[in-house]
């Protein structure tokens, strides 16, 4: 099944609302049967994504572009870090 964040199965809710990313190739898939249970109970999802390095960085950003325009509203996405910057480590460029 791919990595876990340690101490999500002791959080209420985290699995039964929660895609995970691995293994990867059944990712596409996840977020289709998603949508499809989203747009089918008319809710608009909001995102929150753990990890903010280049993965969770670039899965916040496909996120919002692409239930925003699924959704046709402005979709809510929270990256989440433990630390306080994104992308920690990254030359300065990457962020301008």
Not at 23 to 35: R, T, V, Y
Not at 43 to 62: D, I, K, M, S
Not at 87 to 94: A, I, Q
Request: aromatic residues 6%; charged residues 25%.
């Amino acid at each position: 099944m791919g990595s876990k964040t340690r101490g999500t199965g002791q959080t209420p809710g985290v699995w039964d609302h929660s895609l995970t990313t691995r293994p990867i190739n059944d990712l596409i898939g996840k977020i289709q049967k998603k949508e499809s249970e989203l747009l089918n109970s008319g809710t608009t999802p909001e995102v929150v994504v753990c990890g903010a390095g280049a993965a969770g960085t670039e899965l916040a950003f496909a996120f919002k572009q692409r239930w925003s325009d699924l959704f046709k509203k402005d979709v809510k996405v929270t990256l989440v870090a433990n630390d306080d910057t994104i992308l920690k480590g990254v030359h300065e460029s990457v962020l301008v």
